[in-house]
């Protein structure tokens, strides 16, 4: 079974300017979670996706925003980039179904944003 | 609030040798699930072994053990047999399946470096 891909794999971006990246989840996976990762903050939590539906967001200011397609593919996106925006950003898969939480979760190979 | 705590920053070990990462929580709740994951320097972030903790025995995976304590709110890793390929950080972590949320709380992570 494949596991879980990002894109892209790297990115170079300007202060102010917006990014969309990209995750796929493992087949059968419904649920997709976003986390932040710098040298000085670690692993945050942005959000998590179930159903093409936000089920919750972590303490990021509202130039974070996501979604989630059919197919449960989501896309992050960051508009007007700021210099501290620059971190790897992962996401993250698991099973979920109807009124049941998230157990484990499986991660990409995550996306490394620079801002410059 | 729901703290990770690894109070290890670095660790080192010869090749061969067994080795403890430490690593305590804070939380009220009863029903969670364990974690460690391992970011070796390619940044996949992998998932080495699960524990949930209504169990009372612990979880093995290999050569990697855990040692749960519940009451004291631990959660130890042992490798054993360490080998070249276990040069990575570690990360500790936990979620909450009853908050029907896909967020990890995570550890700020133990880098662990394996020596020849």
């Known amino acids: 079974k494949a596991g879980v891909t990002q894109t892209p794999r790297y990115l170079i971006k300007t202060r102010g300017q917006q990014v969309t990246l990209s995750c796929s989840p493992i087949s059968g996976h419904r649920s997709v979670s976003w986390y932040q990762q710098t040298p000085g903050q670690g692993l945050q939590f942005l959000f998590e996706?179930?159903?093409?539906?936000?089920?919750n967001k972590g303490n990021f200011p509202g130039r974070f925003s996501g979604r989630q397609f059919s197919n449960s593919r989501s896309e992050m996106n960051v508009s007007t980039l700021e210099l501290g925006d620059s971190a790897l950003y992962l996401c993250?898969?698991?099973?979920?179904?109807?009124?049941?939480?998230?157990?484990?979760?499986?991660f990409g190979p995550g996306t490394r944003l620079t801002v410059t | 609030a729901q703290t990770v705590t690894q109070s290890q920053p670095e660790m080192s070990v010869q090749e061969a040798e067994t080795v403890t990462l430490s690593c305590t929580y804070d939380?009220?709740?009863?029903?969670?699930?364990l974690f460690w994951y391992k970011q070796p320097p390619s940044r996949q972030m992998i998932l080495v072994i699960r524990?949930?903790?209504?169990?009372?025995q612990n979880a093995t995976e290999n050569r990697f053990s855990v040692n749960f304590q519940k009451a004291a709110k631990s959660f130890s890793l042992k490798i054993s047999d360490s080998q070249l390929g276990d040069t990575a950080m570690y990360f500790c972590a936990f979620i909450f399946p009853s908050s029907n949320t896909g967020k990890l709380i995570f550890g700020q992570g133990t880098t662990l470096q394996v020596k020849p």
């Open positions: 524990q949930e903790a209504y169990k009372q």
């Open positions: 996706y179930f159903s093409e539906t936000q089920r």
């Open positions: 993250a898969s698991s099973r979920r179904s109807v009124g049941q939480g998230v157990s484990e979760q499986y």
């Open positions: 939380t009220s709740e009863n029903n969670y699930y």
